[in-house]
């Protein structure tokens, strides 16, 4: 291999490390941007007054907000165990979550 080819491939070796530098820094300044979001809406959420939750497409809850104590009684640990249709239920009634809720419900809701 001549001295130009070697120049030629170690140029090219030098320009691919700038880019996986490049790329690497810029993964970082994302998961940095993200981090901060996730403080963001955690502190928010977690000074609501209403309840926030989401659930997987089998309709387990897998975040219940923490204003769920002050609604209910129920951590939000304990909240994430009992079902959507109980939950529902527990809102209907206006606030009276009767010892029925805390059974798992795994039927179809509606």
Same mark, same amino acid.
């Given at each position: 291999?001549?001295?130009?080819?070697?120049?030629?491939?170690?140029d090219?070796?030098?320009?691919?490390?700038?880019?996986?530098?490049?790329?690497?820094?810029?993964?970082?300044?994302?998961?940095?941007?993200?981090?901060?979001?996730?403080?963001?809406?955690?502190?928010?959420?977690?000074? &609501? !007054?209403?309840?926030?939750? $989401?659930a997987?497409?089998?309709?387990? *809850?897998?975040?219940? %907000?923490?204003? @769920?104590?002050? &609604? !209910?009684?129920?951590?939000? $640990?304990?909240?994430?165990?009992i079902? *959507?249709?109980?939950? %529902?239920?527990? @809102?209907?009634?206006?606030?009276?979550?009767?010892?029925?809720?805390?059974?798992?419900?795994?039927?179809?809701?509606?």
């Open positions: 291999m001549s001295a130009h080819e070697l120049r030629n491939l170690n090219a070796l030098i320009e691919k490390c700038r880019q996986l530098q490049n790329q690497s820094d810029n993964a970082h300044r994302v998961n940095v941007i993200k981090q901060q979001l996730e403080q963001k809406y955690q502190l928010i959420v977690n000074h &609501l !007054s209403e309840v926030v939750w $989401t997987d497409f089998d309709l387990n *809850l897998d975040f219940v %907000s923490p204003s @769920i104590l002050s &609604l !209910s009684g129920y951590s939000d $640990t304990q909240a994430k165990k079902s *959507l249709r109980a939950i %529902s239920l527990f @809102i209907v009634a206006g606030g009276r979550l009767s010892s029925y809720a805390a059974l798992p419900y795994s039927g179809r809701i509606g």
